[in-house]
Each structure stands twice: as structure tokens, then as C-alpha cells.
């Protein structure tokens, strides 16, 4: 019986492989000249971090991830995203004590068990950041402009960003109980997950996708106008410095995003064009999250990126780059005798940087022109016994159709003309 990929997951093959490497060099490149550091945490953790770090009662935690018990009857949780495993090395590290802000990015799979569709997986990449020991809000305005330049970078336009502010415990609570008020006298009409919601985590309310419920949460009380002082003049200088850098955004008072830990900004990118799934990025403040896990108080704020829903954007804006896997030589080879010296040629080339490939089987010219043909190599070289006897090579242009012998000792040289 033929064993396929699991439900949910993709096998990224060569040809798709050069666009998650272009994109994967291009967000190095940003979060290199921002001065964020990389961060390469283990693919699954204890399972209570999650618990802890992301919260009892999201999605995430509730229904999405992928648990088990292993050999040693431990509870291990492959990570559904990147900011409690990040938050636990800060941590175990104590990295707090080596600079006074710590900036670090990620980039790599992640895993929840939701319902597959478009833009949709179980196993799915993700790239973001977590700026950790930094109250201002310079930060939160410099995280969402990094943000919005990576996408600038990849050439992608129409993306939108949305900001919102969901302020502190201390002014959620107020605001928490004014929607309660409103949303409790018609806690009938709302949807199955949102009667559960309006118990656990009102505020989710608003984030249901559910018409009915939309309709009902479109009269409640709004939450900028329970920010406390603090949370309401942190969210003014936030706004007043994207002003300043040009960074366009619209204020969503409905973004509360999936988890728990946010505080004061929230933020997420969304490209219309993608239809249901249309966040990009999602990100925010997350003053608290630290100390949950157990750390001293310390101001967090991150960004997490999908790289699927990224490329999909791409090939839906027609920006997806050129680019070629092709060998720059096919090294054919014709007879016994010469199998070595080519062998040994190839691997000549290759040390120089040329991306060489040679024939293996010893199969007639033809077959061996259709495969460099097929490959699309630039140049073919051809070593039979006679060139082998005169320490030649025929060097043949692909495109345009013309060959000529050049001396082993000058092939190198040649080779990168040609090339240009
Ligand atoms: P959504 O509302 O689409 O479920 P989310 O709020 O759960 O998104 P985050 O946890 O904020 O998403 O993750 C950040 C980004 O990671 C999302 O904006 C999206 O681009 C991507 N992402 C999240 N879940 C998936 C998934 N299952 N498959 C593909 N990409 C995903
Ligand atoms: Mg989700």
C-alpha cells in the first residue's frame, strides 16, 4: 500500500525549495539590519509551557495541539508556535544578563491540529520575533515597521495593517465587564464557541468570524475607550510614531487575537486577496507573558509570520522571483577511458563554484544531449577518448548553439566567460 504525507502537511520539493530559500534570505536580511539575533529552540517542549505561556482557554491550547507521552511517560507538546519556547530559553539562558534589550528572531515549523484548507496546515513555518526587556513604544512602532518591510522588500503590496490596543489586566477587566453586560442578554443568540467564550474569555467574542455574532458584538461597547492613562497614551505614541515613519495602518477595534498574553498592541497584516485565511502576521505586546513562565517582570513584544499564506500572496500578486535549479555544466562523457578524467574535471569545477553535473551511466550521445537539454544546463561539455588523448574538452554553448575544444588548463577560465 503506498504511504502518503500526512493530512495537513506538504512536501516542499527542489523546484518550490529556491522561493522558501529567496524568501527565508530576504527575512534574514531585514531582521539582520534591525540587529535581532536568531534563536534555534527544540521542535517540542513540555507540554505545560504551552499551557502556561499561551493559555488554558485559546484554540491552541484547548483543541490544536499535538501531545503525546514518550518512552519516559512525559508529556511533550510539539511547539504550535514560537513564543513561550522563546520565552523559556530567554530564560534558562538568562540571556536578560547579557544586553538590556534582547532581540531575537525564529524561523522554522510549527504544528496545530485545525481543520486543513487554503492557507491552512497542521504543519506549517513560521518566522517572527520577540523583543524582550523594552517598555517603550519606539519598540512597538520599530516591530510593526520591520514587519511591514519584509513584505515591502518581497514586493508585495495591498496588505493591510491593523492595529488595536487591548490594554492591561487592570483596564480589561472594566472593559471586560462592560461587554459582559451587553453581550449577556443575548448570550442565546450567539454561536456554540461563544457561548463557551462569553464564560471563559469574553473578549474572544469579537474575534468570531460568525455573521450572527459580529452583528452582535458590532453594538458593544468599544475597548479604546476603557484604556487606562498608561495603555491609552502608550497606544497614541505608538500611532504617532507609525505616522511619523510613513507605516499605513487602520485602527480594527474587534483585533483581540487568538491568545491570552497580549497586552496593550496588537497587530496583525492581512492580505485580502487570500480570502478566509487572510493574516499574514499577527503580533503584539505581551507585558505579562515573562513572569507566567515563571520569569521576572519584564515587557515582551513579537510578531509571528506565516511563510505558506507569504508565498501563496506572492504567486497571487505575480511576485514570485525566477529562479533556476538548473547545472551551469552538463559533463558528458563518452566511452570507458575518460570516466576518471571527467570524474576528476567535475569535481575540479565544482571546488571553483560551478554547479556541474556529470554523466553517470555511459549512455550514447543523444540520450546524454537530451538530458542536458532537459536539465537546462548552460553548457555541455564532452569528453570522449580522442580529447582525452589531446587533454581537450568540446565545450558546447547551449543557447547558442556553438562549440568548440579548449584545453583542460584553460576550462576554468573559459568556462566562467562563457558564463558570464
Ligand atoms: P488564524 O486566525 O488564521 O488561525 P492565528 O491567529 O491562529 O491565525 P497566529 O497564531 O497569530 O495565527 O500565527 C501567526 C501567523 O501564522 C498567522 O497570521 C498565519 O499567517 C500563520 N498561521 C497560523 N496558523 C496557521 C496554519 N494552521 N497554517 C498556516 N499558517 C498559519
Ligand atoms: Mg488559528
Excluded at 151 to 172: I, K, M
Excluded at 226 to 241: G, K, M, N, P
Excluded at 336 to 348: M, Y
Aim: net charge neutral; proline share 5%.
Amino acid at each position: 500500500m503506498k504511504i502518503n504525507a500526512p493530512k495537513g502537511t506538504q512536501d516542499i520539493l527542489p523546484e518550490q525549495a529556491l522561493i522558501w530559500q529567496w524568501v527565508e534570505k530576504q527575512v534574514r536580511e531585514v531582521f539582520r539590519v534591525y540587529n535581532y539575533g536568531e534563536v534555534r529552540t527544540p521542535i517540542f517542549e513540555h507540554t505545560e509551557l504551552f499551557a502556561r505561556g499561551i493559555g488554558e482557554t485559546t484554540d491552541i491550547v484547548e483543541k490544536e495541539m499535538y501531545t503525546f507521552l514518550d518512552q519516559g511517560g512525559r508529556s511533550i507538546t510539539l511547539r504550535p508556535e514560537g513564543t513561550a519556547s522563546v520565552v523559556r530559553a530567554f530564560l534558562e539562558h538568562n540571556l536578560a544578563a547579557k544586553t538590556g534589550v534582547t532581540k531575537l528572531f525564529y524561523f522554522g515549523p510549527m504544528f496545530r491540529q485545525e481543520k486543513p484548507q487554503a492557507g491552512r496546515f497542521r504543519q506549517f513555518h513560521q518566522f517572527g520575533v520577540e523583543v524582550l526587556g523594552e517598555n517603550s513604544p519606539l519598540i512597538d512602532a520599530e516591530v510593526i515597521a520591520m514587519a511591514t518591510e519584509i513584505y515591502r522588500r518581497l514586493g508585495l503590496d495591498a496588505l493591510e495593517v491593523r492595529l488595536n490596543s487591548v490594554g492591561c489586566p487592570v483596564c480589561r477587566a472594566n472593559y471586560r465587564q462592560a461587554l459582559l453586560d451587553h453581550l449577556t442578554p443575548r448570550s442565546g443568540e450567539l454561536c456554540a464557541s461563544c457561548q463557551r467564550r462569553l464564560v471563559q474569555n469574553p473578549l474572544r467574542v469579537l474575534d468570531c468570524k460568525s455573521p450572527v455574532c459580529q452583528g452582535i458584538t458590532a453594538e458593544a461597547p468599544q475597548l479604546d475607550q476603557y484604556l487606562c492613562e498608561d495603555c491609552a497614551s502608550h497606544f497614541a505614541a505608538v500611532r504617532r510614531y507609525l505616522d511619523a515613519m510613513g507605516v499605513v495602518y487602520m485602527i480594527d477595534s474587534r483585533l483581540v487575537r487568538g491568545l491570552d498574553y497580549y497586552t496593550k498592541t496588537v497587530f496583525e497584516v492581512v492580505y485580502q486577496g487570500l480570502g478566509a485565511q487572510n493574516a499574514v502576521c499577527g503580533g503584539g505586546r505581551y507585558d505579562g507573558l515573562v513572569q507566567q513562565c515563571g520569569g521576572p517582570p519584564t515587557p515582551g513584544i513579537g510578531f509571528a509570520a506565516g511563510v505558506e499564506r507569504l508565498i501563496i500572496t506572492l504567486e497571487k500578486q505575480g511576485k514570485l522571483p525566477e529562479l533556476s535549479g538548473a547545472p551551469q555544466v552538463y559533463l558528458s562523457v563518452l566511452g570507458d577511458a575518460p570516466k576518471l578524467k571527467a570524474f576528476e574535471i567535475a569535481q575540479n569545477l565544482r571546488a571553483q563554484g560551478i554547479r556541474t553535473e556529470l554523466e553517470y551511466a555511459g549512455r550514447s550521445l543523444k540520450a546524454q544531449m537530451k538530458t542536458a537539454d532537459k536539465l537546462n544546463a548552460a553548457l555541455v561539455l564532452i569528453l570522449g577518448e580522442d580529447e582525452l588523448a589531446r587533454e581537450t574538452i568540446v565545450l558546447r554553448n547551449m543557447k547558442k548553439g556553438e562549440q568548440r575544444e579548449v584545453p583542460w588548463r584553460e576550462l576554468v577560465t573559459v568556462i566562467q566567460e562563457e558564463l558570464g
